[in-house]
């Protein structure tokens, strides 16, 4: 029973927030969030969806109410795991199709990972926050740059990197400098500001296209080592029982040593990753790892 009840929660949660994502246009209209003036993120005009995509409407409408239910449950974490998303948009494909419209349209921005297979996600509208409060207190070179990457870089560029030359290309002289000797483009010197801002990484991946960084956000790189340490600690928990499965009950009772990010965010990233498999039983869930995870 409180379990019925907890699934009709998330039902009513992710109604209400889809509803919020429509922003009061209708069933068949959506606005996503695209950086715009300085201190804020503007709305896009909102998208005119025909009667044969309703269905894709919903699935968008349901992804994006999907990330915002989650960061309301971990709001510890700056962002969300695509392990997370599948926990609620259950097909896959669809999860990641609407996911990549998403990130098309601007309405959230990808973030690297540095593993095998995940992908962070965070809206668009929170990520120019976050850029706008790195801007409180600066002034200056620092601040004009800011401007500049949220105004203009994360309004052009939605992929999770982006290539060192276009970084460089697209700057003409920045707002508040015109006039005092500064020369168009960007230089070595403000990659680094945005480097040292946690806005930016260098890639470290292999490319025969030159240097290129990737999108981040400050503070996210604790986030990352529980991530990785709690998953190996709860994942080697549940393995040492016998027939490698728990009740999802006492799972919720573990205390991990290596993660500060609680039980429930990294039992959702188990399932959704496909690590582990939960089987229904009169006693409640159970979590049973899948062969050779």
């Known amino acids: 029973m409180a379990r019925e009840e907890k699934r009709l929660q998330d039902a009513e ?33 909102a998208v005119d969806w025909g009667d044969d995509e309703v269905e894709e409407h919903d699935a968008v409408c349901d992804v994006l109410a999907a990330i915002r239910l ?5 709001p510890m974490c700056p962002f969300v795991l695509k392990s997370h998303v599948y926990t609620i948009v259950r097909d896959k494909t669809d999860a990641d199709v609407e996911l990549d419209h998403l990130r098309r349209t601007n309405a959230i921005r990808v973030l690297h990972i540095p593993t095998e297979w995940d992908e962070g996600y965070v809206e668009t509208s929170e990520y120019c926050n976050v850029i706008q409060n790195c801007m409180e207190g600066c002034s200056g070179r620092l601040r004009s740059v800011l401007e500049w990457f949220k105004d203009d870089v994360v309004s052009r560029h939605t992929a999770s990197s982006i290539a060192e030359e276009d970084l460089k290309r697209g700057l003409s002289v920045p707002k ?16 680094d500001m945005l480097m040292q801002q946690s806005l930016l990484q260098r890639d470290s991946s292999l490319s025969s296209h030159g240097q290129r960084f990737v999108f981040s956000l400050p503070g996210s790189g604790h986030v990352v080592k529980s991530l990785l340490a709690g998953r190996r ?19 919720q009772q573990i205390k991990l040593k290596s993660s500060h990010l609680n039980i429930g965010w990294h039992l959702k990233d188990l399932i959704g990753s496909g690590v582990v498999h939960v089987e229904d039983t ?12």
């Open 13 to 45: 949660g992710l109604e209400k927030l889809c509803s919020e994502a429509e922003g009061g246009q209708g069933r068949k209209r959506m606005k996503t969030g695209v950086p715009g003036a300085p201190g804020e993120c503007q709305q896009a005009p």
């Open 70 to 74: 989650l960061r309301s449950e971990f």
């Open 176 to 191: 508040g400098m015109e006039g005092k000797g500064v020369r168009r483009g960007v230089t070595d010197k403000d990659i």
């Open 233 to 251: 600690e709860l994942l080697s928990v549940i393995k040492r029982k016998k027939y490698g499965q728990m009740l999802q009950s006492k799972i």
């Open 282 to 293: 009169t006693v409640g869930p159970l979590i049973r790892v899948v062969q050779d995870s």
